[in-house]
């Protein structure tokens, strides 16, 4: 519960100043660019991520790091975060900043897990299905894991649709499990 409620107020305040200021998009594309940073060094990540290392060092590293190549009000954005010792959340913040980012665009963005890869004529059907049912334009992301045995489960923010093969056969254990004999 904590973490939704910092990354909605986080994300909320940023994305107020960047609507204001018309640098929603700049700021969407510098935070993930700076997320991706964090994930490709683990070394930067390790250090923005630990509770020991003092804030003053973590946002001269970032300064160093991605200071000239960011807008102020993103650098000023994550030094506040550090400072209030919030980057444990900085993930979530991003989420919940895109998400809105979107919402003013008319976009939602859906996750789509499968047991096996979708195939492409499917796609195409797929987003149009999910467009027509949300009513906005949609961006999905594609993931294949095989312990769903079949079927797909699409997420459309908190909406989930599990369609697995390993919901029906979880469902079909509950209904035998509640089956009474004699």
Request: aromatic fraction near 6%.
């Amino acid at each position: 519960m904590l973490k939704g409620a910092v990354a909605e107020r986080y994300a909320g305040a940023l994305f107020g100043i960047a609507q204001e200021k018309g640098l929603m998009e700049k700021i969407e594309e510098e935070l993930r660019g700076i997320l991706e940073a964090l994930d490709a060094s683990p070394d930067f990540k390790r250090v923005f991520y630990h509770p020991q290392v003092p804030a003053a060092v973590k946002k001269e590293i970032v300064k160093e790091a991605v200071g000239g190549q960011v807008e102020t009000y993103t650098l000023n954005f994550i030094n506040v975060l550090l400072d209030a010792r919030r980057e444990v959340f900085f993930k979530d913040i991003v989420q919940e900043y895109t998400r809105l980012v979107n919402e003013t665009r008319n976009v939602v963005e859906v996750t789509v897990t499968s047991a096996v890869e979708v195939p492409a004529a499917y796609k195409d059907e797929l987003v149009a299905a999910l467009a027509k049912a949300t009513g906005k334009e949609v961006r999905v992301a594609y993931e294949k894991k095989t312990e769903i045995l079949g079927g797909l489960v699409i997420r459309i923010g908190n909406r989930v649709i599990d369609s697995s093969v390993a919901r029906q056969l979880e469902r079909l254990r509950e209904q035998i499990r509640q089956i009474r004999v004699g």
